[in-house]
């Protein structure tokens, strides 16, 4: 008989949980469409989802394990990745209380007390650079995996097809080689002239989305969600630890 590790049985119950939560709001959705309150489940993500799983054409047609899972991507892929961003911005901006200044200066001058809008957006130099030093220092998905289609030779190295490849994201935006003396210190300055500049031209150096035809999809999205979290830091003082 084989028997699970209390850490198994525990993962057991909370993927329960998790599934039981997600169907418990699909119902409430389904019960506000059923009692005419709502026309449809929703424009939104899980709205679409949900009409997927019902529809007509099995070969578009999901099922409501697929839906949960799609969920559970989305949430994972999108949620802790940005708040880890978010979080890290904090705190480095605690500690260097200049550049929460300049981050500060530059939303009043291009916002002001209008709300973001895309344009200002794509004009916001210094927050970029912060949001991409952050990135650097602590990127919220540590690895990439990619599986070795066939045999392949990188210097001495010789890679057998079928591997799974682990690459550093971690190990490659802290190598000194690429970065500097200075790379563990917070220096938003080395993006000033964009990201191919502080790489050196080297697009492999800096992979907080990871890169090629899997790169993230929510790349942009997370990017201008930041930079609008950041209008919100001109309001406050972000404390500062010293
Ligand atoms: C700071 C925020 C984020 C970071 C650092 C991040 C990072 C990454 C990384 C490193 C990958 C793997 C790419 C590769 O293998 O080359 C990835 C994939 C992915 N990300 Fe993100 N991500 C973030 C936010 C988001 C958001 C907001 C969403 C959705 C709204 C999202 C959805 C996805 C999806 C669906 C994939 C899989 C893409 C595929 O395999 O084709 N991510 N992300």
């Not at 697929?66 to 705190?91: P, R």
């Not at 480095?92 to 291009?110: F, G, K, P, Y």
């Not at 002001?112 to 957006?121: E, L």
């Not at 289609?149 to 010789?158: D, S, V």
């Amino acid at each position: 008989m084989l028997l699970r590790s209390d850490d198994e049985v525990e993962a057991k119950k909370l993927q329960q949980r998790i599934k039981s939560s997600i169907l418990e709001i699909v119902k409430k959705r389904e019960i506000n469409v059923k009692d005419g309150e709502f026309q449809s489940f929703g424009s939104d993500y899980l709205g679409q989802l949900v009409e997927m799983t019902r529809e007509s054409d099995v070969k578009k047609r999901i099922t409501i394990d697929q839906m949960i899972d799609e969920i559970k991507a989305m949430y994972g892929a999108g949620h802790l990745t940005t708040t880890n961003l978010l979080g890290w911005c904090v705190v480095l901006l605690a500690i260097n209380t200049e550049w929460q200044d300049r981050a500060r200066e530059e939303v009043n001058r291009i916002f002001g007390r209008k709300s973001p809008d895309s344009d200002g957006i794509a004009r916001l130099k210094i927050i970029n650079m912060i949001i991409n030093e952050c990135l650097r220092l602590y990127p919220p998905v540590l690895t990439v995996t990619r599986k070795v289609a066939k045999e392949a030779k990188i210097g001495e190295l010789r890679i057998p097809p079928k591997i799974n490849i682990y690459i550093s994201i971690l190990a490659l935006h802290h190598n000194p080689d690429i970065w500097g003396k200075d790379v563990h210190l917070f220096r938003p300055e080395r993006f000033a002239e964009g990201v191919a500049k502080a790489t050196n031209n080297n697009a492999a150096a800096f992979l907080p989305f990871g890169l090629g035809p899997r790169t993230c999809v929510g790349l942009n999205f997370t990017t201008n969600e930041a930079k609008v979290t950041f209008n919100d830091f001109a309001e406050v003082q972000v404390c500062s630890v010293t």
